[in-house]
């Protein structure tokens, strides 16, 4: 089974899987297949984290790939330009290495471990024909470019690809991408590794010398995707245990949340119980975030607020009758998220993504690779997440998995910046304390607590569907609310499959995007 933002990446997983591809291999060709038809969302110029589960039960494996600020990205060099901050579009945005196709890289060779591979040039067919061929404009993606024009339309190569006739493509409109196409067919035949030191990265460390940016060649040659030991936390009222990535992810304040929420009492589903505490589990894991959370080498061991006594201190702060103050600031970003199982019961939760839509906007014309723009995260100044080469950025990218007491396999996992780690633990909060089904918990009724897309309001949103009682009492509680419409694109993306003691195999995707389960 394979769970995907676009309908189009899940069948071309799913096709791997049909012929006897891994987990691995399939979640690679969805990844690929996505960098093409929704490049609003993610691209190869992006970062990507993986858990990849065995399927033997034991703790899953941590991949990270992310990419580390460039030789010449120093503080110093962004106030010589005249910044006091990191710009979040153009050259200067696009400030760390990308990091996705190193964790393709190494992903794949840890499916070589466990079956005969497939052909490289096989996962990639996909992408590769709809990068040549075109693929229809989302609705999303037309949106957003439409939204995002003026900041976007002048920024090198961007207008190029994205804006055909030099305005917004419309719904359903073929947009191909051929230099990206090329690219995608150089690294079938040469190799994952060309994007780093080989012709690929001549013409991108190339491409981005003429522009300025601060990614030379030698940094992507240094580039290598991290195996990593994953956060987890053990929820014994869930009957679970919960994994996510580390440092410098924001997996640390998905895993307080449910740890928080596992000591307190959740009401009914959908009731003002279950959203105040939850949202409430949320202010306090981003106070930690916001300090704890960023390069591993700047920051101490975040295993400590994972430990009983300190979720046991975090849960006794909550009043259950009030809201704590707020706002604090938000962390916006766009992302896709992706699940594989395959026939062995091998799991992939892969999220991967651009940072802001369309990232920094900045398109290298000779490999049409799209640049992110997460280094724009790091600050000039302080004592937290501050540049220095070399360094990685602050992510919100956390892509998680939870094993049952009962022997269930939970792969899940949203887009969203901010509101990764609520909607993941809305989602695993209906599968586990109320016994929803995975779809029943992604489709229903969302929240999400500060900003969203650029927009400066840092309530608490809730959509309509949710119950006006539970409104009405979030509001008497001290909640800034603000009532949305029905489904709205910023709650995120989300995804889940869930696989029983028999293999059974349950998926969910979201009707907030363009995706699918496809399965066999």
């Given at each position: 089974m394979v769970t995907a933002p676009h309908h189009l990446a899940a069948q071309a997983g799913r096709d791997v899987l049909r012929e006897g591809g891994s987990a691995v291999e399939a979640a690679v060709a969805t990844a690929a297949t996505l960098a093409v038809v929704y490049p609003h969302m993610t691209g190869i110029g992006g970062d990507a984290f993986w858990l990849i589960s065995d399927g033997s039960g034991a703790a899953p494996k941590a991949l990270h790939a992310t990419g580390r600020a460039g030789a010449n990205a120093t503080p110093d060099a962004y106030r010589a330009r005249g910044y006091d901050a990191i710009p979040w579009r153009g050259p200067d945005a696009a400030l760390t290495v990308p990091g996705t196709i190193a964790g393709w890289e190494a992903a794949l060779a840890l499916s070589a471990e466990w079956q005969p591979s497939l052909p490289l040039a096989r996962l990639l067919e996909p992408a590769i024909q709809f990068a040549e061929a075109g693929s229809p404009v989302t609705e999303s993606q037309a949106r957003l470019t439409r939204a995002k024009h003026d900041e976007l339309a002048g920024v090198p190569g961007f207008a190029a690809t994205f804006l055909p006739g030099g305005k917004a493509p419309a719904v359903g409109e073929r947009l191909a991408q051929p230099a990206l196409a090329a690219t995608l067919r150089r690294l079938a035949g040469a190799g994952l590794r060309d994007f780093y030191e080989g012709e690929t990265a001549r013409r991108l460390a190339a491409d981005l010398a003429r522009v300025g940016s601060p990614v030379t060649a030698d940094d992507l040659a240094a580039h290598r995707a991290d195996w990593r030991t994953p956060l987890s936390v053990a929820l014994p009222r869930s009957g679970a245990r919960v994994w996510n990535t580390g440092l410098p992810t924001q997996g640390l304040a998905s895993l307080i949340i449910l740890g928080i929420a596992d000591r307190l009492d959740l009401g009914d589903e959908g009731s003002f119980d279950h959203l105040h505490i939850l949202v409430e589990a949320n202010k306090r894991a981003f106070l930690i975030r916001d300090v704890h959370v960023a390069d591993p080498s700047t920051v101490g061991s975040p295993d400590r607020f994972l430990e009983d006594g300190a979720l046991d201190a975090l849960a006794a702060e909550i009043d259950p009758r009030r809201a704590l103050p707020w706002p604090q600031p938000a962390v916006p970003g766009d992302t896709i998220w992706l699940g594989v199982t395959d026939g062995a019961g091998r799991s992939v939760s892969l999220i991967q993504s651009l940072y802001y839509e369309f990232g920094s906007g900045l398109v290298s014309p000779e490999t049409g690779v799209l640049m992110q723009n997460r280094g724009s995260s790091f600050r000039l100044d302080g004592r937290w997440n501050v540049l220095a080469p070399g360094r990685q950025p602050f992510t919100t990218l956390n892509p998680a998995m939870a094993r049952f007491d009962d022997g269930r396999w939970l792969t899940y996992g949203t887009m969203g910046g901010e509101g990764?780690?609520?909607?993941?633990?809305?989602?695993?909060?209906?599968?586990?304390?109320?016994?929803?089904a995975p779809q029943e918990a992604v489709t229903a009724p969302r929240w999400l607590l500060g900003k969203t897309w650029g927009e400066g309001s840092l309530s608490l949103k809730v959509e309509s569907r949710i119950a006006d009682e539970t409104v009405a009492r979030l509001v008497e509680a001290g909640h800034e609310v603000e009532v949305t419409g029905?489904?709205?694109?910023?709650?995120?993306?989300a995804g889940a499959i869930l696989a029983d003691r028999d293999g059974l195999l349950t998926g969910a995707t979201d009707p907030r995007s363009d995706g699918a389960v496809a399965a066999l």
């Amino acid at each position: 089974m394979v769970t995907a933002p676009h309908h189009l990446a899940a069948q071309a997983g799913r096709d791997v899987l049909r012929e006897g591809g891994s987990a691995v291999e399939a979640a690679v060709a969805t990844a690929a297949t996505l960098a093409v038809v929704y490049p609003h969302m993610t691209g190869i110029g992006g970062d990507a984290f993986w858990l990849i589960s065995d399927g033997s039960g034991a703790a899953p494996k941590a991949l990270h790939a992310t990419g580390r600020a460039g030789a010449n990205a120093t503080p110093d060099a962004y106030r010589a330009r005249g910044y006091d901050a990191i710009p979040w579009r153009g050259p200067d945005a696009a400030l760390t290495v990308p990091g996705t196709i190193a964790g393709w890289e190494a992903a794949l060779a840890l499916s070589a471990e466990w079956q005969p591979s497939l052909p490289l040039a096989r996962l990639l067919e996909p992408a590769i024909q709809f990068a040549e061929a075109g693929s229809p404009v989302t609705e999303s993606q037309a949106r957003l470019t439409r939204a995002k024009h003026d900041e976007l339309a002048g920024v090198p190569g961007f207008a190029a690809t994205f804006l055909p006739g030099g305005k917004a493509p419309a719904v359903g409109e073929r947009l191909a991408q051929p230099a990206l196409a090329a690219t995608l067919r150089r690294l079938a035949g040469a190799g994952l590794r060309d994007f780093y030191e080989g012709e690929t990265a001549r013409r991108l460390a190339a491409d981005l010398a003429r522009v300025g940016s601060p990614v030379t060649a030698d940094d992507l040659a240094a580039h290598r995707a991290d195996w990593r030991t994953p956060l987890s936390v053990a929820l014994p009222r869930s009957g679970a245990r919960v994994w996510n990535t580390g440092l410098p992810t924001q997996g640390l304040a998905s895993l307080i949340i449910l740890g928080i929420a596992d000591r307190l009492d959740l009401g009914d589903e959908g009731s003002f119980d279950h959203l105040h505490i939850l949202v409430e589990a949320n202010k306090r894991a981003f106070l930690i975030r916001d300090v704890h959370v960023a390069d591993p080498s700047t920051v101490g061991s975040p295993d400590r607020f994972l430990e009983d006594g300190a979720l046991d201190a975090l849960a006794a702060e909550i009043d259950p009758r009030r809201a704590l103050p707020w706002p604090q600031p938000a962390v916006p970003g766009d992302t896709i998220w992706l699940g594989v199982t395959d026939g062995a019961g091998r799991s992939v939760s892969l999220i991967q993504s651009l940072y802001y839509e369309f990232g920094s906007g900045l398109v290298s014309p000779e490999t049409g690779v799209l640049m992110q723009n997460r280094g724009s995260s790091f600050r000039l100044d302080g004592r937290w997440n501050v540049l220095a080469p070399g360094r990685q950025p602050f992510t919100t990218l956390n892509p998680a998995m939870a094993r049952f007491d009962d022997g269930r396999w939970l792969t899940y996992g949203t887009m969203g910046g901010e509101g990764q780690p609520q909607t993941q633990a809305a989602i695993f909060s209906r599968i586990a304390n109320f016994a929803m089904a995975p779809q029943e918990a992604v489709t229903a009724p969302r929240w999400l607590l500060g900003k969203t897309w650029g927009e400066g309001s840092l309530s608490l949103k809730v959509e309509s569907r949710i119950a006006d009682e539970t409104v009405a009492r979030l509001v008497e509680a001290g909640h800034e609310v603000e009532v949305t419409g029905p489904f709205e694109d910023f709650m995120g993306h989300a995804g889940a499959i869930l696989a029983d003691r028999d293999g059974l195999l349950t998926g969910a995707t979201d009707p907030r995007s363009d995706g699918a389960v496809a399965a066999l």
